[in-house]
T-cell receptor, first 114, second 116 residues
């Protein structure tokens, strides 16, 4: 049981480039989410999904796209990278997406946009 | 004013000390409260979950919620060097995540160092 996996671990982009951050879980969890963590800001929700085919915006969705074609995978796409998107990105999953369901976080992707 | 305030520290204590970590919040609709622990360069992991007001104990950890004061605490007894990490509080107004009330709102985290 690998839990929540994220790739890549590190990435450097130039302004304007696009890329996809990968997230996968093998726990058959319905709820998956993406957060970004910035110094002095805490974790902020970007997008989330309550099941395959269903996604919605979180607190800071601008500049990011998501899709959920399978239960296991929830990729995050940066459309045109900007320096303001330099951050650590965490993917998380939980069984049912309720307050009593434990959210399991991946190890994170450290992204730098030059 | 941010919805959730948490002193970032750093907080340094000797091994064996009792540690008190706190968060205040402004949204009276919050009723689900969590504490996460995050080791350096790792993802957060859930430590404690509490619903509404009251105390909850799990081994050396005790979580307290005072909704009348909009104040939550995490106490660590007999602190160990392995407790050195950043502690994040998080809270939600809704049982179901999602929508305007259901997103988890995190504090900035308090960095704790326990010295041997």
């Amino acid at each position: 049981n690998a839990g929540v996996t994220q790739t890549p671990k590190f990435q450097v982009l130039k302004t304007g480039q696009s890329m996809t951050l990968q997230c996968a879980q093998d726990m058959n969890h319905e709820y998956m989410s993406w957060y970004r963590q910035d110094p002095g800001m805490g974790l902020r929700l970007i997008h989330y999904s309550v099941g395959a085919g269903i996604t919605d915006q979180g607190e800071v969705p601008n500049g990011y796209n998501v899709s959920r074609s399978t239960t296991e995978d929830f990729p995050l796409r940066l459309l045109s990278a900007a320096p303001s998107q330099t951050s650590v990105y965490f993917c998380a999953s939980s069984y049912g997406g309720t307050a009593t369901d434990t959210q399991y976080f991946g190890p994170g992707t450290r992204l730098t946009v030059l | 004013q941010k919805e959730v305030e948490q002193d970032p520290g750093p907080l340094s204590v000797p091994e064996g000390a009792i540690v008190s970590l706190n968060c205040t919040y402004s949204n009276s609709a919050f009723q689900y409260f969590m504490w996460y622990r995050q080791y350096s360069r790792k993802g957060p992991e859930l430590l404690m979950y509490t619903y509404s007001s009251g105390n909850k104990e799990d081994g050396r950890f005790t979580a307290q919620v005072d909704k009348s004061s909009k104040y939550i605490s995490l106490f660590i007894r007999d602190s160990q060097p392995s407790d050195s990490a950043t502690y994040l509080c998080a809270m939600s107004a809704s049982y179901n995540y999602g929508g305007s009330q259901g997103n988890l709102i995190f504090g900035k985290g308090t960095k704790l160092s326990v010295k041997p």
